[in-house]
Protein backbone atom coordinates (compact mmCIF):
# COMPACT_ATOMS: atom_id res chain seq x y z
CA UNK A 1 0.00 0.00 0.00
CA UNK A 2 2.16 2.78 -1.38
CA UNK A 3 -0.36 5.97 -0.60
CA UNK A 4 1.51 8.93 -1.60
CA UNK A 5 5.21 8.64 -1.75
CA UNK A 6 7.84 11.50 -2.22
CA UNK A 7 11.32 11.92 -4.01
CA UNK A 8 13.86 12.67 -2.67
CA UNK A 9 13.59 12.27 1.06
CA UNK A 10 16.28 14.93 1.42
CA UNK A 11 18.36 17.43 -0.23
CA UNK A 12 21.07 20.03 0.13
CA UNK A 13 21.06 22.73 -2.66
CA UNK A 14 22.95 25.98 -2.99
CA UNK A 15 21.23 29.42 -3.30
CA UNK A 16 20.19 29.85 -6.75
CA UNK A 17 20.67 25.89 -8.18
CA UNK A 18 17.31 24.20 -9.40
CA UNK A 19 15.34 21.28 -8.67
CA UNK A 20 11.91 19.12 -8.58
CA UNK A 21 10.04 17.16 -6.08
CA UNK A 22 7.82 14.19 -7.34
CA UNK A 23 4.67 13.33 -5.59
CA UNK A 24 3.16 9.83 -6.63
CA UNK A 25 0.04 8.54 -5.63
CA UNK A 26 -2.00 5.24 -6.42
CA UNK A 27 -5.41 5.58 -5.17
CA UNK A 28 -6.71 7.62 -8.16
CA UNK A 29 -7.49 10.96 -6.68
CA UNK A 30 -8.60 13.82 -8.32
CA UNK A 31 -6.97 16.94 -6.08
CA UNK A 32 -3.15 17.18 -5.21
CA UNK A 33 -1.37 19.87 -2.98
CA UNK A 34 2.14 20.25 -1.97
CA UNK A 35 2.33 21.90 1.47
CA UNK A 36 5.72 24.02 3.27
CA UNK A 37 5.68 23.27 6.85
CA UNK A 38 8.04 25.52 9.22
CA UNK A 39 8.89 25.98 12.64
CA UNK A 40 6.15 27.40 14.84
CA UNK A 41 3.49 27.46 11.79
CA UNK A 42 0.90 25.72 10.36
CA UNK A 43 1.78 23.92 7.27
CA UNK A 44 0.54 26.28 4.46
CA UNK A 45 -0.49 25.22 0.90
CA UNK A 46 1.98 26.35 -2.13
CA UNK A 47 -0.39 24.96 -5.21
CA UNK A 48 -2.85 22.68 -5.80
CA UNK A 49 -4.29 20.62 -7.96
CA UNK A 50 -7.75 19.47 -8.86
CA UNK A 51 -7.27 17.09 -11.72
CA UNK A 52 -4.95 16.18 -14.44
CA UNK A 53 -3.58 19.07 -16.39
CA UNK A 54 -4.65 21.86 -13.82
CA UNK A 55 -2.88 23.59 -11.28
CA UNK A 56 -3.44 26.59 -9.15
CA UNK A 57 -2.13 28.82 -6.53
CA UNK A 58 -2.22 28.45 -2.93
CA UNK A 59 -1.46 30.41 -0.14
CA UNK A 60 2.44 30.78 -0.42
CA UNK A 61 3.21 30.25 -4.69
CA UNK A 62 6.05 32.70 -5.13
CA UNK A 63 9.24 30.89 -6.10
CA UNK A 64 7.53 27.27 -6.64
CA UNK A 65 6.01 26.45 -9.93
CA UNK A 66 4.21 22.87 -10.42
CA UNK A 67 2.53 20.61 -13.08
CA UNK A 68 0.52 17.85 -13.38
CA UNK A 69 0.69 16.38 -16.54
CA UNK A 70 -0.12 12.69 -14.86
CA UNK A 71 -2.89 12.02 -12.84
CA UNK A 72 -0.80 10.22 -10.59
CA UNK A 73 1.83 12.66 -10.22
CA UNK A 74 2.46 16.11 -8.94
CA UNK A 75 6.08 17.67 -9.56
CA UNK A 76 6.70 20.88 -7.34
CA UNK A 77 9.66 22.88 -8.95
CA UNK A 78 12.05 25.69 -7.83
CA UNK A 79 13.68 27.22 -10.33
CA UNK A 80 16.04 29.32 -8.53
CA UNK A 81 16.69 28.39 -4.61
CA UNK A 82 16.84 30.57 -2.20
CA UNK A 83 17.68 29.85 2.01
CA UNK A 84 13.88 30.80 2.35
CA UNK A 85 12.94 27.74 1.11
CA UNK A 86 14.77 26.26 3.07
CA UNK A 87 11.40 23.87 4.74
CA UNK A 88 10.10 20.51 5.07
CA UNK A 89 7.57 19.73 1.95
CA UNK A 90 4.79 17.67 2.15
CA UNK A 91 2.42 16.75 -0.53
CA UNK A 92 -0.92 15.72 -0.37
CA UNK A 93 -4.02 14.18 -2.17
CA UNK A 94 -7.65 13.78 -1.53
CA UNK A 95 -11.30 12.80 -2.72
CA UNK A 96 -12.35 16.58 -1.85
CA UNK A 97 -11.14 20.09 -2.62
CA UNK A 98 -9.48 21.90 -0.35
CA UNK A 99 -9.30 18.65 2.27
CA UNK A 100 -6.24 16.60 1.91
CA UNK A 101 -6.58 13.19 3.28
CA UNK A 102 -3.46 11.19 2.46
CA UNK A 103 -0.04 12.83 3.16
CA UNK A 104 3.59 11.85 1.91
CA UNK A 105 6.15 11.40 4.26
CA UNK A 106 8.10 14.69 3.87
CA UNK A 107 11.10 16.34 1.82
CA UNK A 108 13.36 17.95 4.21
CA UNK A 109 15.04 20.62 2.06
CA UNK A 110 17.99 22.93 2.99
CA UNK A 111 19.41 25.55 0.80
CA UNK A 112 22.78 26.91 1.48
CA UNK B 1 -3.77 36.41 13.52
CA UNK B 2 -3.75 32.43 13.41
CA UNK B 3 -7.91 31.07 12.62
CA UNK B 4 -7.04 28.03 14.33
CA UNK B 5 -5.11 27.94 17.74
CA UNK B 6 -4.03 24.98 19.94
CA UNK B 7 -3.33 24.32 23.18
CA UNK B 8 -1.36 23.24 24.97
CA UNK B 9 1.83 23.48 22.28
CA UNK B 10 3.56 21.00 24.47
CA UNK B 11 2.37 18.73 26.74
CA UNK B 12 3.89 15.54 28.58
CA UNK B 13 2.58 12.73 30.31
CA UNK B 14 2.89 9.72 32.22
CA UNK B 15 1.85 6.34 30.28
CA UNK B 16 -1.53 5.48 31.06
CA UNK B 17 -2.97 9.44 31.92
CA UNK B 18 -5.83 10.39 29.56
CA UNK B 19 -4.85 13.20 27.65
CA UNK B 20 -6.65 16.36 26.10
CA UNK B 21 -6.03 18.20 23.16
CA UNK B 22 -7.77 21.11 22.44
CA UNK B 23 -8.62 23.31 19.18
CA UNK B 24 -10.26 26.35 18.78
CA UNK B 25 -11.19 28.77 15.72
CA UNK B 26 -12.24 31.67 14.74
CA UNK B 27 -14.11 31.06 11.01
CA UNK B 28 -17.02 29.16 10.15
CA UNK B 29 -16.48 25.58 9.04
CA UNK B 30 -17.73 22.65 7.24
CA UNK B 31 -15.27 20.48 8.96
CA UNK B 32 -12.65 19.91 11.00
CA UNK B 33 -9.68 17.66 11.10
CA UNK B 34 -7.23 15.93 13.24
CA UNK B 35 -3.84 14.88 12.10
CA UNK B 36 -0.97 12.52 14.04
CA UNK B 37 2.61 13.23 12.71
CA UNK B 38 5.46 11.35 13.88
CA UNK B 39 8.50 12.02 15.00
CA UNK B 40 10.07 10.62 11.62
CA UNK B 41 7.76 13.62 9.97
CA UNK B 42 4.75 11.45 8.49
CA UNK B 43 1.32 12.96 8.81
CA UNK B 44 -1.71 11.09 9.00
CA UNK B 45 -5.04 11.51 9.26
CA UNK B 46 -6.76 10.77 12.32
CA UNK B 47 -10.68 11.84 11.88
CA UNK B 48 -12.81 14.42 10.28
CA UNK B 49 -15.68 15.86 12.27
CA UNK B 50 -18.52 18.42 11.44
CA UNK B 51 -20.42 17.61 14.28
CA UNK B 52 -20.60 15.77 17.71
CA UNK B 53 -18.11 13.02 18.71
CA UNK B 54 -16.10 9.90 16.73
CA UNK B 55 -14.22 7.56 18.68
CA UNK B 56 -11.35 5.05 17.09
CA UNK B 57 -9.82 2.87 19.42
CA UNK B 58 -7.88 5.02 22.52
CA UNK B 59 -8.88 8.33 20.44
CA UNK B 60 -11.68 10.09 21.08
CA UNK B 61 -12.65 13.46 19.05
CA UNK B 62 -15.48 15.80 19.97
CA UNK B 63 -16.84 19.07 18.47
CA UNK B 64 -19.03 21.94 19.56
CA UNK B 65 -19.64 24.23 16.73
CA UNK B 66 -21.77 26.89 18.42
CA UNK B 67 -18.35 27.59 20.69
CA UNK B 68 -15.74 26.59 17.57
CA UNK B 69 -14.31 24.02 19.71
CA UNK B 70 -12.78 20.57 19.40
CA UNK B 71 -10.68 18.77 21.38
CA UNK B 72 -9.07 15.19 20.79
CA UNK B 73 -8.96 12.90 23.92
CA UNK B 74 -6.22 9.83 24.45
CA UNK B 75 -7.03 7.01 26.84
CA UNK B 76 -4.80 5.01 28.32
CA UNK B 77 -1.99 7.32 26.81
CA UNK B 78 1.20 4.75 25.93
CA UNK B 79 4.86 6.00 24.74
CA UNK B 80 3.81 5.11 21.11
CA UNK B 81 1.45 8.29 21.46
CA UNK B 82 4.29 10.48 21.27
CA UNK B 83 3.97 12.28 18.00
CA UNK B 84 2.41 16.06 17.12
CA UNK B 85 -1.05 16.48 16.70
CA UNK B 86 -2.06 18.66 14.41
CA UNK B 87 -5.87 20.46 14.02
CA UNK B 88 -6.91 21.52 10.52
CA UNK B 89 -10.44 23.29 9.42
CA UNK B 90 -12.03 23.70 5.85
CA UNK B 91 -13.83 27.15 5.60
CA UNK B 92 -17.35 26.91 4.63
CA UNK B 93 -16.79 29.78 2.66
CA UNK B 94 -14.30 30.65 -0.11
CA UNK B 95 -11.27 27.84 -0.83
CA UNK B 96 -9.09 28.22 2.34
CA UNK B 97 -7.81 25.07 4.95
CA UNK B 98 -6.17 26.27 7.56
CA UNK B 99 -3.90 24.07 10.45
CA UNK B 100 -2.90 25.04 13.41
CA UNK B 101 1.12 24.62 14.98
CA UNK B 102 0.04 21.31 16.35
CA UNK B 103 0.51 20.17 19.85
CA UNK B 104 3.74 17.96 20.50
CA UNK B 105 3.11 14.96 22.84
CA UNK B 106 5.30 12.94 25.05
CA UNK B 107 4.18 10.00 27.06
CA UNK B 108 6.79 9.19 29.48
CA UNK B 109 6.77 5.44 30.25
Known amino acids: NAGVTQTPKFRVLKTGQSMTLLCAQDMNHEYMYWYRQDPGMGLRLIHY???????AKGEVPDGYNVSRLKKQNFLLGLESAAPSQTSVYFC???????????FGDGTRLSIL | KNEVEQSPQNLTAQEGEFITINCSYS?????LHWLQQHPGGGIVSLFMLSSGKKKHGRLIATINIQEKHSSLHITASHPRDSAVYICAVRRNTGNQFYFGTGTSLTVIP
Open chain 1, 92 to 102: ASGTREYQPQH
Open chain 2, 27 to 31: VGISA
Open chain 1, 49 to 55: SVGEGTT
